[in-house]
């Protein structure tokens, strides 16, 4: 369905039906986000707006985390899968739906198949982490077939899409569908109604921007003073690059990592929606956070207030420190999701630990005399460094070949005494840098 199918699509059919017509917001109202939100009640968890006092005071201003990570399916996109399900017809339903997700869109979708006995396809890429593929399943049960293709999302949602055209099933988009994106826009009104009042600034993730559209079309009619600080992941900005460009443009590269926002183009409707807002004096600015930075907010998540977080879901409050914010203002953090799996937990504590500056990666080519690791061990390493990886790189011939050795320094600023101290020790050492082609095939 096109852009101008999609703005037009008749009452009767689940598309925008709110008295007065189409507005600048692109045929979306918030009219449609407030009918959006009496269908999907009784469904959905109302979450809880939480004050985070470590985030507080961190910035000077009053920050409340928005919980959605608390919903039945640990993330927000239920609101916009049952808003979108909830309006077919009968005959839709009875050919049964398809969806691509990188796995929370699909565990909405799922449940929404179950709540609604509606029979599913649901396509993921192979990369989507296990726990997410077992929430999936639990949440659908026999109302699901899940399909794994490809390594990103945009593979699974080209093999969903044939899947569509091959036998009928009504796809069900995870954002570029007015009906999803009023679904998640009501999140901006129980922000409005839980605070009592507008906050002065709401940080939203993005991906493919169904979240960030819902809010600007509902913030635009009922508070238009709030400022929107959309957050994308530096290896998958494709809002960023859709602004530059004037529209969405497809990225070359993609870094799956932050899996529930690693989308490569953003959509047609989400872009349609919030452009206005991103113009020069809008609402609307975009920052781009590292990975590694992610990870770091995650741990503190889970350690100060005892949130389990996914990458996405951490997004937000990632980018406080980069955002110009006014001593005293209130701000609302989206905490989007909470599917993570256990597993990527030592990927995550590697990365924080190299945002940090802590932890660094050489190879070091030994002198082959007695004593060589022990004078490194003794010489070279400082009184609260740790050797956390020691390996040699030639396996078969230790004699000859150079060893990866991976340091975690007690404080990040100790690591120019750790490269004086090599640099005059009598062997070679080469550092490998984050980023490097060396270190990601090595790490």
Do not use: W
Request: glycine content about 12%; charged content about 20%; hydrophobic content about 40%.
């Amino acid at each position: 369905m096109s852009v101008s199918e999609q703005l037009d699509v008749p009452a009767g059919s689940g598309g925008p039906t709110a008295a007065g017509g189409p507005t600048a917001a692109g045929g979306l109202t918030a009219a449609d986000v407030e009918q959006a939100a009496r269908r999907i009640a009784g469904v959905i968890e109302r979450t809880p707006l939480q004050p985070c006092d470590r985030l507080s005071q961190a910035t000077g201003t009053q920050v409340y985390l928005k919980r959605e990570d608390l919903q039945v399916v640990r993330s927000y996109k239920l609101r916009g899968a049952y808003n979108l399900m909830s309006q077919l017809t009968s005959d839709e339903r009875a050919a049964g739906v398809v969806c691509a997700s990188a796995g929370n869109h699909a565990q909405g979708v799922a449940f929404a198949c179950r709540s609604l006995g509606i029979s599913g396809t649901i396509y993921l890429p192979r990369t989507t982490p296990r726990q997410k593929r077992d929430r999936i399943r639990a949440h659908g049960g026999d109302q699901v077939e899940l399909l794994l293709v490809g390594d990103t999302f945009d593979d699974a949602a080209e093999a969903a899409a044939q899947h569509a055209v091959d036998t009928g099933a009504i796809m069900v988009r995870p954002f570029d569908d007015l009906r999803t994106i009023a679904g998640q826009g009501t999140i901006a009104a129980e922000i409005l109604e839980d605070l009592g009042r507008a906050p002065d600034v709401i940080v939203v993730p993005v991906g493919g921007g169904g979240l960030v559209a819902g809010l600007t079309v509902y913030l635009r009619e009922h508070a238009p003073q709030v400022r929107i600080a959309a957050v994308e992941p530096v290896g998958a900005a494709s809002l960023t690059a859709a602004l530059v460009a004037g529209g969405p443009v497809r990225l070359e590269t993609l870094d799956p990592f932050v899996d529930g926002a690693a989308v490569r183009r953003i959509g047609d409707l989400t872009y349609a929606l919030v452009a206005p807002s991103a113009q020069p004096g809008g609402v609307l600015g975009v920052t781009s956070v590292e990975a590694g930075a992610i990870c770091t907010e995650m741990l503190s998540l889970y350690q100060n207030e005892g949130i389990i977080s996914e990458p996405a879901g951490a997004l937000s409050v990632t980018a406080l420190p980069l955002l110009d914010l006014t001593p005293g203002s209130t701000v609302v953090c989206l905490i989007s999701g909470g599917n993570n799996d256990v597993s990527r937990y030592g990927e995550i504590v590697e990365r924080s630990l190299v945002h940090s500056g802590l932890k660094h990666y050489f190879l070091v080519d030994f002198p082959q005399e007695p004593g060589a690791l022990r004078r490194f061990l003794d010489d070279v390493l400082g009184p609260d460094d740790d050797i956390t990886l020691f390996e040699y790189v030639k396996r078969n011939n230790r004699e000859t070949g150079a060893a990866l050795v991976g340091i975690e320094l007690g404080v990040a600023g100790s690591l120019p005494g750790l490269l004086e101290r090599m640099a005059a020790a009598p062997m070679d050492v080469e550092r490998i840098e984050p980023g490097s082609a060396a270190y990601r095939f090595l790490m």
